[in-house]
């Protein structure tokens, strides 16, 4: 079974570009997070989606949105890239959307803006 | 304050050794709680969830302390595969993740 994929793997930007990231969620699973981790530190939540609805926002700009499609996929977008956004964007999983569900994570999407 | 914190590490054992660190949390009504490990450059992977009354996987040993809101991870009998960044995560309305704790297994 495929597990969470997300593209691109890598990319780069430049300061005020857009950029859309992409998760496909383990089959069956309903819930997709979206977690910025930038070098040393641990994942940043920035949101949750279940059935197509937003179910939790973390502390990030609106320059940050995302959205959950009728199969489950998700995109995050960022708009007005700033050099600060140079992390590591991890996608997650989970059969429902309940804090007690294991979170399964992609490989993550490593935006670098210059 | 920070909701997850904890000892950055690096703790640098010899293989066979035995290894243990704590995460504190702030949210007291949190329910939930997990050890996750992560290699370098690599995703998040679970690795145990924590329960009420302390769980143990193999030689990993994970323990709760709810008054002082604390959990713990112990490693016994190290190997150099077990050398990682150790994540807390604790389950308030979302996941939040400590910033790890690096564990290097050296031979």
């Known amino acids: 079974d495929a597990g969470v994929t997300q593209s691109p793997t890598h990319l780069i930007k430049t300061r005020g570009q857009h950029v859309t990231l992409r998760c496909s969620p383990i089959?069956?699973?309903?819930?997709v997070s979206w977690y910025q981790q930038v070098l040393g530190q641990g994942p940043q939540f920035i949101f949750q989606?279940?059935?197509?609805?937003?179910?939790g926002r973390g502390n990030f700009p609106d320059r940050f949105s995302a959205r959950q499609f009728p199969n489950y996929s998700s995109e995050l977008n960022v708009n007005a890239l700033l050099l600060g956004d140079s992390a590591l964007y991890l996608c997650?999983?989970?059969?429902?959307?309940?804090?007690?569900?294991?979170?399964?994570f992609g490989a993550g999407s490593r935006l670098t803006v210059l | 304050r920070k909701e997850v914190e904890q000892d950055p590490g690096p703790f640098n054992v010899p293989e066979g050794a035995t290894v243990a660190f704590n995460c504190t949390y702030s949210?007291?009504?949190?329910?939930?709680f997990f050890w996750y490990r992560q290699d370098c450059r690599k995703e998040p992977k679970l690795l145990m969830s924590?329960?009420?009354s302390g769980n143990e996987d193999g030689r990993f040993t994970a323990q709760l302390n709810r008054a002082s809101q604390y959990i713990s991870l112990l490693i016994r009998d190290s190997k150099l595969s077990d050398s990682a960044t150790y994540l807390c995560?604790?389950?308030?309305?979302?996941?939040?993740f400590g910033a790890g704790t690096t564990v290097t297994v050296r031979a």
């Open positions: 997650a999983s989970s059969l429902q959307h309940s804090g007690a569900n294991v979170l399964t």
């Open positions: 089959s069956g699973h309903k819930s």
């Open positions: 989606y279940y059935e197509k609805e937003e179910r």
């Open positions: 949210n007291s009504a949190s329910q939930s």
């Open positions: 924590v329960y009420s």
């Open positions: 995560v604790v389950n308030d309305y979302k996941l939040s």
